[in-house]
């Protein structure tokens, strides 16, 4: 089972539904939650590789599961709107690092790449099923807290 057939395991245990639906040329993904019922929507249409569709779920789960979901209220444009969801943002994408790429398993495949020929984003990413971005961004806020490779 792959790391991507996994993660629609544990958003189907939660009962969040998954639909395709074609936002914009900006949006690929959203979670949105009325009452109890829970749904992400994925433009699978505008989703290039299995790592982009691994790397925007496990973004929009963890939005789920923190509570960060962004509200479109009468208060959207108050002058705190804009920091608010900043901050769910980064929260949701510290959530999504934390448990989708633990720091024990990128430690095992970063050292592998590493002493295979110095360290290629690309190969590391793939091996970790995420986007190239995804992977950066997960190296710096392990950097940011203080893990040592």
Known sequence: ??????????????????????????????????????????????????????????????????GALQMIEATYNAPNARINRIAEEGRAHRYAINKHIPFDEMTVIFDRCVYADGLDIYEFADKLDITPEFAKQAIEYYHQRGERW
């Not at 958003?11 to 979670?31: E, L, N, Q």
């Open 1 to 66: 089972m792959t790391r991507l057939e996994r993660l629609y395991d544990d958003v189907h245990t939660d009962c969040i539904d998954v639909h395709d639906y074609h936002f914009s040329y900006t949006k690929k993904a959203a979670c949105m939650k009325f009452d109890d019922c829970a749904t992400i929507v994925l433009d699978r249409a505008a989703i290039d590789s299995n790592a982009e569709e691994m790397t925007l779920l496990a973004e929009e789960y963890a939005h789920y599961e923190t």
